[in-house]
């Protein structure tokens, strides 16, 4: 999710992207170097890999942060939606349901992915909701109108009081899709995105490596 400027200076670095779905694989092959990793930008994300495979991880700007130390240094950088879910909302649902599942992604706070049964990427999430069994409660922590079209079938619940919804994904709407599409149709794109030469270069030599790897 970063700036393509931002992907452009990590590929000319000689590091890669990643998603949420494939980041533990990307992270092993960028230890193969002997290097420590510089994670950007979301540090929950960093933190929770780096808590899954055992390593040391700090984050960039705190205190208590000494990357002589950790084998991850993390940009301090999140998502708002993942940071709205909260101990307590996990403790109201088990009270409630006490047989119900937690399911998170892993860009919430470690602290949420420790005490949740199920952890992974979007896909990785409507997966392992749409194989549980119809009768099993899930309460899923990420964003509110995915979760609502996961299973409706009144067993999965949303983790939290609030609505986490994302507001730049709500900023599209079925208007500005048709528009979209119709101005393709009509050979006269609106809103084009144009990218320098050396961004594209260095940015896709970044997409490169991950895809060699996966």
Do not use: W
């Not at 452009?8 to 533990?24: D, L």
């Not at 549980?132 to 964003?143: C, I, M, R, S, Y």
């Not at 979760?147 to 599209?172: A, I, Q, W, Y």
């Amino acid at each position: 999710n970063s700036d393509a400027t931002v992907k452009a200076k990590v590929g000319e670095m000689g590091g890669m992207v990643c998603t949420s779905s494939n980041a533990y694989k990307i992270i092993e092959k960028g230890l193969e170097s002997g290097k420590k990793i510089l994670f950007v930008p979301d540090r929950c994300l960093g933190q929770n890999f780096a808590n899954s495979m055992g390593l040391k991880s700090c984050i960039i700007g705190e205190g208590e942060c000494d990357p002589q130390e950790a084998d991850i240094i993390c940009f301090n950088g999140f998502c708002s939606v993942h940071q709205l879910f909260t101990l307590e909302d996990i403790e109201f649902y088990r009270n409630r349901y006490p047989d119900i599942l937690i399911a998170v992604h892993p860009e919430c706070d470690p602290k949420i992915v420790e005490a949740s049964d199920f952890a992974g990427s979007t896909s990785q999430l409507i997966k392992f909701v749409n194989e549980l069994d119809p009768n099993q409660k899930v309460a899923v922590g990420t964003e509110y109108n995915l979760v609502n079209r996961m299973r409706p079938n009144g067993n999965t619940f949303v983790l939290s009081s609030t609505k986490p919804e994302c507001p730049t994904m709500n900023e599209t709407t079925l208007e500005d899709l048709y528009l979209t599409l119709k101005s393709i149709e009509d050979n006269q794109p609106i809103n084009e995105i144009f990218v320098d030469e050396h961004t594209v270069k260095y940015a896709n030599l970044a997409l490169e490596r991950m895809l060699a790897i996966n």
